[in-house]
């Protein structure tokens, strides 16, 4: 498939689509994986972004996930998790609100550590209507739920943390906590929000956050309501957003997020011979080429270290992932070219 994809003729349709199903991931609650759709995934081996919703939460037990895990990874079906979002704000004011939703989030980072997904996606959760008169507070709050998330996801898994636009008007709240987040998150576009709910085109998203950009969310609407519908079905510029991903250096995870199958069938028309290189996290998995070493490190005696010598590597091209444990002095990284163990 790999020589497929080098030469892949947009006109063949077949050949198109057979990489593009490779490539992308298809959006499903996993409950409704389990209740309707599993078939389907089993005869297509598509892969999946699973949504860990509240109902899923409450509904499985570990054991569960932990044969769903198992089930997945011998089909090699390649997977993303959503994070729950409902009813959850992740810069909540009221402390009540802010510790039940960093309860709830805490409980995807132990079915992380068995899924092995590429990314978490996690609504930012910033919306003007609500906290526009107290921006920092909601801030603070927000940094400090993301910073705990992203350290302990890193911790279990070699998932990555990635944020998604909903309610944002524009992307300038994004840009500021992305930065504070000191390169423990990445941004997952969603383009159907933007024309839903932005106040902002596309274009200016893109040159505001387009090197964030680790994932992309595939739906459309008309700009009145969340339609999600199949991809080419309303106005969604999905021809910009293309070319702009078609020039990354790094390809971003592609997931389907429209709310029916027959959309999910439209959008994979769409995408065939329109994206021509499978995400990085997918090469970077396959082929192996990601290099994983742990170091001792005598002179660390708590988080505050670790997270230093995070803040360090991260800024080399090519590091992927730095965890570390204090109490065994160690600090693991993973890393791809051009990083090098000497580096």
């Known amino acids: 498939m790999e020589e497929l994809a080098e030469n892949i003729d947009p006109f063949d349709r077949d050949a198109a689509l057979a990489c593009v199903r490779q490539w992308v991931h298809v959006a499903v609650p996993y409950h409704r994986l389990m209740t309707e759709f599993w078939d389907l995934v089993a005869d297509r081996n598509l ?159 893109l040159e505001a956050l387009g090197p964030c950009v680790e994932e992309i969310h595939v739906h459309d609407n008309n700009g009145k309501d969340d339609d999600h519908l199949g991809a080419g079905r309303g106005k969604v510029e999905f021809p910009l957003l293309l070319d702009y991903v078609a020039a990354m250096e790094k390809p971003p995870v592609v997931t389907i997020e429209a709310h029916s199958p027959e959309g999910v069938g439209e959008t994979l028309e769409y995408l065939a011979g329109k994206l021509t290189r499978p995400p990085y996290l997918h090469d970077v998995r396959k082929e192996g080429v990601l290099r994983e070493k742990t170091f001792t490190v005598q002179n660390i005696s708590c988080r505050h270290c670790v997270a230093a010598i995070k803040n360090e590597l991260s800024e080399q091209k090519g590091v992927i992932k730095v965890t570390g444990d204090p109490a065994k002095k160690q600090v693991t990284v993973q890393w791809d070219e051009p990083a090098t163990e000497e580096s």
């Not at 949504?51 to 996930?65: I, K, N, P, T």
């Not at 526009?132 to 992203?150: H, Q, R, Y």
Request: proline content about 6%.
């Open 47 to 205: 892969n999946l972004e699973l949504g860990m919703d509240h109902v899923s939460l409450e509904r499985y037990d570990f054991a569960h996930f932990e044969k769903t895990a198992g089930s997945l990874a011998g089909r090699g079906v390649a997977v993303t998790f959503h994070a729950p979002f409902i009813d959850l704000a992740p810069g909540a004011l009221e402390p009540s609100v802010l510790k039940a939703t960093r309860r709830r989030l805490a409980q995807v980072i132990p079915l992380a550590e068995i899924f092995d997904p590429l990314t978490v996606v996690c609504h930012a959760g910033w919306d003007r209507r609500v906290y526009g008169f107290a921006p920092k507070w909601w801030m603070n709050a927000a940094v400090d739920t993301f910073l705990e998330f992203a350290d302990e996801l890193a911790e279990k898994s070699r998932a990555r943390l990635v944020l998604e636009n909903v309610f944002e008007e524009g992307p300038e709240m994004l840009e500021k906590l992305l930065d504070r987040l000191e390169g423990r998150a990445g941004f997952c576009l969603d383009p159907g929000h933007v024309l839903a709910f932005s106040r902002t085109p596309l274009s200016r998203w």
